[in-house]
């Protein structure tokens, strides 16, 4: 097979290492080709060309961005150009994200040629990323698609498409290997991330409270986003001013492997994530992982032999320590704000519903305030020692973070069934299934994005720090 990996750009770490991983696993079975819309990285291996058109969108002077059909006849004379026969699969990465807006144009344009194209959907513009949402553009019919987990995959189902064409591609998990160490660590409670808002790094400062002997709490990474970064500097400010013990940007003093074999355990508070490397990684280097489950991603693993039982599904603040005055008047003006930005209709009543079903048993989830409230919650507990422990009493899984239980054989029953279920034979197994039925099968169908939309932004867990942005002026 001839296959063509397509993307926005090569930058590295996410999709990008995803492309190297698939370009890498069929290598011996298919020869590849690269098409993004900037320059690869220098360490960058696989074959690959540069097609203006197919890069983020130049806000300064979209008159420059090529038309999509002349981004599309580049795409071609490129393949014809290495094949003379042209090649069997275009298999394009996080198409409907809007970061370039004439992608999918361009997409119509290649399928018209004859191309089979092949979608793989990273992330979504439903979820949560209004900005990246058209609201009339529809997405391409008639193509297979491929997403990272079941419940997209479930999703595309719901929208439209018929179960022939969509096909779940779960990544590949690379061993964490921290044999042969060249440096030291401070021994810490370890959150291995970019500070980004949806990794909830107020909910992190909350459980290092409760952390043992005074463990520092260590954040690997800083966000890029300009947004992000306002919100990450108020929390460094916070931390600093309450006297917390917390290390942000770890990666820039320490060895990521080092601060990995010297971490007591590692922590996970994201509200979402996409395929969920979070909840695979740690075990492969002989850690334990605490903190909060995702169950829509996590049934995977867990279907597929890995514990995560011990992690917490919601951490309950009681109602009376925030204003729900207040609480409720932010979240509702935000959920209708949304739904706005989105072109999307709610009545009052689903508005009313949704914040009963938030407000259950008379407490909310921490994860679903946003950082003011988060703030005010950690105040409390920061300040009066009656509440810090009734905090616990209330929530008894915080007990585990300064007691934590010997998991020897959750440990090495986890890292054993992430081997043997996300190596790269494995993942070059279901890849190369999954092209054998994308060429195999025509499919007719398309997504109704009304449909698809509903799945994600759903007033019974509406979050204020997933959906609405933070006026920090």
């Not at 420059?64 to 090649?87: L, N, S």
């Not at 949402?133 to 990272?148: F, L, N, V």
């Not at 043992?212 to 001013?241: H, M, R």
Request: charged letters at 25%.
């Amino acid at each position: 097979m001839n296959i063509v990996y397509m993307h926005m750009h090569l930058k590295s770490g996410g999709v990008s290492t995803v492309i190297s991983q698939q370009a890498g696993a069929v290598s011996d079975y298919c020869r590849v080709l690269v098409a993004t819309g900037d320059d690869p990285p220098m360490d960058f291996s696989m074959p690959h060309v540069k097609i203006e058109g197919l890069g983020y969108d130049d806000p300064d002077f979209p008159e420059r961005d090529p038309a999509p059909y002349q981004t599309a006849k580049a795409v071609a004379d490129a393949i014809y150009d290495r094949w003379p026969e042209g090649c069997d699969i275009i298999h394009v990465h996080n198409p409907l994200i809007g970061k370039n807006s004439r992608l999918i144009a361009i997409l119509d344009h290649l399928k018209a040629m004859g191309f089979t194209l092949f979608l793989q959907i990273h992330d979504f513009p439903e979820d949560g990323r209004p900005g990246s949402y058209h609201q009339t553009r529809e997405y391409p019919s008639d193509c297979h698609y491929g997403a990272i987990n079941a419940r997209d995959c479930r999703f595309l189902e719901i929208s439209g498409l018929t179960p022939e064409g969509v096909h779940e591609l779960f990544n590949m998990v690379a061993p964490i290997d921290t044999s042969n160490l060249q440096g030291e660590a401070i021994p810490s409670v370890l959150y291995p991330v970019r500070g980004i808002r949806r990794k909830n790094i107020g909910e992190a400062l909350l459980l290092s409270l409760y952390f043992p002997d005074d463990t520092p709490l260590a954040i690997t990474l800083p966000p890029n986003s300009p947004l992000d970064w306002t919100v990450y500097k108020e929390w460094i400010t916070y931390a600093g001013k309450k006297g917390l013990n917390v290390l942000f940007e770890a990666s820039s003093l320490y060895d990521f492997r080092a601060l990995v074999a010297n971490a007591r355990y590692l922590i996970t508070t994201s509200i979402t994530e996409g395929f969920g490397f979070a909840f695979l990684e740690p075990w492969t280097a002989g850690k334990i992982l605490m903190g909060r489950k995702l169950p829509d991603i996590c049934r995977d693993f867990e279907e597929r032999g890995i514990a995560l039982d011990h992690l917490y599904e919601s951490l309950p603040v009681p109602e009376g320590w925030i204003d729900r005055g207040e609480f409720e008047q932010q979240w509702k003006q935000c959920l209708r704000d949304t739904f706005a930005r989105y072109g999307a209709d709610i009545d009052e009543s689903s508005v009313s519903e949704g914040f009963e079903r938030i407000i259950q048993k008379g407490a909310v989830d921490f994860s679903v305030l946003n950082e003011p409230l988060q703030q005010k919650v950690l105040d409390r507990l920061i300040g009066d020692r009656s509440a810090y422990r009734s905090f616990e009493r209330f929530n008894p899984v915080l007990s585990r973070f300064r007691t934590l239980p010997a998991f020897p054989r959750v440990v090495s029953s986890n890292c054993s069934a992430i081997q043997n279920q996300y190596n790269r034979k494995a993942y070059r197994d279901r890849l190369m299934d999954t092209y054998k039925k994308v060429l195999r099968e025509a499919v007719r169908h398309k997504i109704d994005k009304s449909v698809l939309l509903r799945q994600f932004l759903r007033p019974d867990n509406f979050s204020l720090m997933k959906w609405c942005d933070l006026d920090l002026s």
